[in-house]
C-alpha cells in the first residue's frame, strides 16, 4: 500500500449538528469540545449541534470546525489510522497542524477563535468571492490584474474549478470579463469576506502576533503549506506561512498533485462534507478517497483499509 494523507475541509462545509455523533458516543471528543469551549469562551456544543444564525458568520464558523476536526481526528488515530502527511484548505490547514501535532488542541483552538474575529474585523462589510468553472488559471490571473479594484484567485482547488476573492465590485467586473473569456459559469459564494485577498493581510499581521507568543512543536508528521504547496519541515516558518496565507492563494490542486507525486494514494478527508475528496478525484482519478463526517464512517474506513 502507499502513502496515506489526513486532509481537512476549510469553511462552507460547516452544518449543524456537525460532530454531535462522535461527541455522544466518545468521551474524549466530549472533552475536546469542552476544551474548545474554555479555550474560545463559547458555547461550542450549542453552537455545533443547535440550530442557530451565527454558525455561517466566519468568526464562529472557524472555532467550530476545528473543534469537529479535532474531534473526528481524535476518533480516526484512535482506530491505528495514522497519516503519512496532511494538509487543509484554508481553515483546514489548522487541522492539519494539530494532526503534525505543532501547536496543542488548546492552542490551537484559541488561536483558531482570534483568527476568526480578526478576519471579521478586518473586512466586516463588502468584499466578495466566486467561483469559475472551466476557464484555465493562467487566463483567470490575467484577467483579474486587469480589473479595477482589487480581485485576485483565492483558491486553486481542481482542474476546472478556480475561487476569485476581493471588493465586491471589482468581483462582479471579473465574473463578466471572465464569462466573455469562455467561463462556463462564475458562481457567488456565500461568504462574509473576501478571504485569502490582500485586503485581509491585517488580520494576518495580528494572528502572527499571536503564533509568535506560542510555543511550537517539532512537526511529527510532514505537513503541506497552502501558500508554498510545499513540505514545512521548520517549525519556525509556520508563524510566517499562516501570516501569508490569509491573504494569499490556498493551492490545493498542487498540493495534492505534490503528494500523489510522493507516493501518496489514500486520501482521508477529517471533517463535514465531500468538497476535498471531489477535489481529489478531479484532479486524479486513480487514488483511493474516504471521507469521515459520521461515527459510521470509521467502520468503513477499517474494513477497506485492513
Given at each position: ?28 471528543c466530549?472533552v475536546?469540545?469542552?476544551q474548545?469551549?474554555?479555550?474560545s469562551?463559547l458555547?461550542?456544543?450549542a453552537l455545533?449541534f ?5 454558525l455561517?458568520?466566519?468568526e ?10 479535532a474531534?473526528?481526528l481524535?476518533?480516526v488515530?484512535?482506530m ?12 483546514g490547514e489548522?487541522?492539519?497542524i ?10 490551537i483552538?484559541s ?8 478576519m471579521?474585523?478586518a ?9 469559475v468553472?472551466?476557464l484555465?488559471?493562467?487566463?483567470i490571473?490575467e ?5 479595477e479594484?482589487?480581485?485576485?484567485i483565492?483558491?486553486?482547488?481542481c482542474p476546472?474549478?478556480?475561487v ?10 471579473a465574473c463578466e ?9 462564475c458562481?457567488?459564494l456565500?461568504?462574509s469576506?473576501?478571504f485569502?485577498?490582500?485586503l485581509?493581510?491585517g488580520?494576518?499581521?495580528k494572528?502572527?502576533k499571536e503564533?509568535?507568543?506560542?510555543h511550537?512543536?517539532?512537526i ?12 514545512v519541515?521548520?517549525k519556525?516558518l ?13 493551492r490545493?490542486?498542487?498540493t495534492?498533485e505534490?503528494?500523489?507525486?510522493d ?5 482521508i ?12 478525484k478531479?484532479i486524479n482519478r486513480d487514488?483511493?478517497?474516504f471521507?469521515?463526517e ?13
Open positions: 500500500m502507499g502513502k496515506k494523507a489526513f486532509l481537512f475541509p476549510g469553511q462552507g462545509a460547516q452544518c449543524t449538528g456537525m460532530g454531535k455523533d462522535f461527541y455522544e458516543e466518545f468521551a474524549e466530549k475536546i469540545f469542552q474548545a469551549s474554555k479555550a469562551g458555547d461550542i456544543e455545533c443547535e440550530e442557530n444564525d451565527i455561517n458568520i466566519t464562529y464558523t472557524q472555532i467550530a470546525m476545528v473543534t469537529v476536526e474531534a473526528i481524535w476518533a488515530e484512535n491505528g489510522i495514522h497519516a503519512d502527511v496532511t494538509a487543509g484548505l484554508s481553515l489548522y487541522g492539519s494539530l494532526a503534525a501535532n505543532i501547536l496543542s488542541r488548546e492552542d483552538f488561536l483558531v477563535r482570534k483568527r476568526g474575529i480578526y471579521q474585523e473586512v466586516p462589510f463588502g468584499g466578495a468571492m466566486a467561483a468553472l472551466g484555465e488559471a493562467n487566463v490571473e484577467i483579474c490584474t486587469k480589473c479594484g482589487v480581485v485576485q483565492a483558491n486553486y482547488n476546472g474549478q478556480i476569485i476573492t476581493g471588493e465586491e465590485k471589482a468581483v462582479i467586473q470579463d471572465l464569462k466573455v473569456a469562455g467561463a462556463k459559469r458562481i457567488p456565500n461568504v469576506g473576501p485569502h485577498s490582500s485581509l493581510e488580520a494576518g499581521n494572528l502572527k503564533l509568535d507568543l506560542l511550537l512543536n517539532q511529527q508528521i510532514p505537513y503541506i503549506a497552502n501558500v508554498t504547496a510545499d513540505y519541515t521548520d519556525d509556520v508563524p510566517q506561512l499562516l501570516r501569508k496565507q490569509v491573504s494569499s492563494p490556498v490545493f490542486w498542487q495534492i505534490k503528494m500523489i507525486e507516493g501518496v494514494d489514500t486520501f478527508e477529517i471533517g463535514p462534507g465531500k468538497t476535498l475528496t471531489g477535489f481529489v478531479k487514488v483511493k478517497t471521507n469521515i459520521k461515527v459510521e464512517d470509521l467502520k468503513l474506513l477499517e474494513e477497506l483499509l485492513c
